[in-house]
């Protein structure tokens, strides 16, 4: 293989490393019989062509809006992944966002690397988000994102336990906050975007805000349709094994078939643990 090939693979790989497997946990079930419990999800196995477009870190009290707006005129529910501090400053914005049907998940109080701290300090995090949200919306979140994906197993499990939340990765990674122009963030996503994918982007960005249009548009002329998270989960459905595809479809197909950049046979399995810059 030559250098440029490599490096060619090595700048793909980049792109999605954060691509995981749709349960990358499980809470054993063998006492009860009942089928494991996913933990975690970076995608979803949907029959059909549905995808969960996610913003992270808002609200913002100028930027929000303006994508609630976009996403009304076009119908769309997405998933707000919020910052509790930007909550308590902006609980209007957070309030307006679940009136007008999109999910509301908690992304910690203030984006620490739960991974390296006390299970208290994550413990005072996570609930006074979860009471911010609920403050501002009447209602409790049942997701949570982990600031830059980073999380032991550890944790996901006393999290599930005590406040029920599902842990909530991604699966297509613009980088959107290197803010690399809304062409470019656009293209990143449809490019990359599945059957059954969590697109992982910020409504903290102007040039995020500004690709939304196209994106949503390109997305929907190939076919795919917008759900919460919550609904996507809800679309679970079992995978069965199959041959490994090669090729990928240029339509949304029922499988997820390897990404750009990998091999076939080696959709990735690393467990996020440390923190890359994103999320
Ligand atoms: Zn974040």
């Known amino acids: ?21 749709a349960a990358d946990e499980s809470v054993p079930a063998v006492e009860n019989n009942k089928p494991a419990t996913p933990l975690a999800f970076s995608w ?45 400053e902006n609980p209007e914005v957070v309030a307006r966002a679940a009136r007008e049907g999109h999910e509301i998940g908690n992304h910690s109080w203030s984006h620490p690397n739960l991974a390296k701290m006390s299970d208290e300090a ?24 982990p600031p830059y994906g980073s999380i032991t197993t550890r944790e996901k499990k006393w999290i599930a336990n005590e406040f029920g939340y599902k842990i909530i990765l991604w699966d297509v990674d613009p980088l959107d906050w290197k803010r690399p122009g809304s062409t470019v ?29 196209a994106t949503i548009d390109q997305l929907q002329s190939k076919g795919f349709k917008f759900v919460t998270v919550s609904q996507l989960i809800s679309m679970a459905v079992p995978e069965t094994p199959k041959p490994v595809e090669s090729k990928r479809g240029h339509t949304p197909t029922t499988g997820h078939p390897a990404s750009p950049g990998s091999t076939v046979n080696d959709r990735p399995t690393h467990s996020i ?3 890359s810059p994103n999320g």
């Open 185 to 213: 963030v656009c293209n990143r996503i449809v490019r990359n975007t599945r059957a059954g994918s969590i697109i992982l982007a910020h409504d903290i960005h102007p040039g995020t805000i500004e690709a939304m249009p």
């Open 1 to 21: 293989m030559s250098v440029s090939r490599l490096l060619l693979v090595g700048s793909l790989g980049f792109l999605t490393f954060s691509q995981l497997p």
């Open 273 to 275: 643990s440390s923190p």
């Open 122 to 145: 994550v413990r005072r995090e996570l609930q006074k988000t979860d009471e911010a949200i609920r403050s501002a919306t009447g209602n409790r979140p049942t997701l949570l994102r």
């Open 44 to 88: 979803v196995h949907v029959d059909g062509p549905y995808v969960a477009l996610t913003f992270d870190d808002g609200p913002s009290a100028k930027l929000t809006p303006k994508l609630l707006d976009l996403l009304a005129a076009r119908q769309i529910k997405v998933t707000f992944f919020v910052i509790g501090q930007n909550v308590a």
